[in-house]
Nanobody, 125 residues
């Protein structure tokens, strides 16, 4: 079983940057963490898949963040990152990391088996 813990959230002004981290512990060689993704959830909205990356480093992004966010993972240290640049107020949400078997459906929460507790990102205009 994998345990995930996010960090790095905070409050920034529009146009600013943040880097989120997600540390994995436990059975990190399990096939259930082949894909690591970042989701976000804001009040009144559906949980949204932001980006996913597989163990080989292939990354996918939702349209609203492509070109601004970069997902990466350090397999040796079992850490997932999300570099967020040019932040907008619409990016305000609780951000969660999650692990699953495939990044084919990186935007669909049901395909991910393990979740962290989340870290809050607030972007002011």
């Amino acid at each position: 079983q994998v345990i995930l813990a996010e960090s790095g959230g905070g409050s920034v002004q529009a146009g600013g940057s943040l880097r989120l981290s997600c540390a994995s512990s436990g059975d990190t060689d399990d096939t259930d963490n082949y894909c690591m993704s970042w989701f976000r959830h804001s009040p009144g909205q559906e949980r949204e898949g932001v980006a996913g990356v597989n163990r080989d480093g292939y990354a996918s992004y939702t349209d609203s963040v492509r070109g601004r966010f970069t997902i990466s993972r350090d397999n040796a240290r079992n850490i997932l990152y999300l570099q967020m640049n040019s932040l907008k107020p619409d990016d305000t949400a609780m951000y969660y990391c999650a692990s699953g078997r495939s990044c084919r459906y990186f935007q669909i929460p049901a395909y991910f088996t393990t979740w962290g507790q989340g870290t809050q990102v607030t972007v002011s205009s």
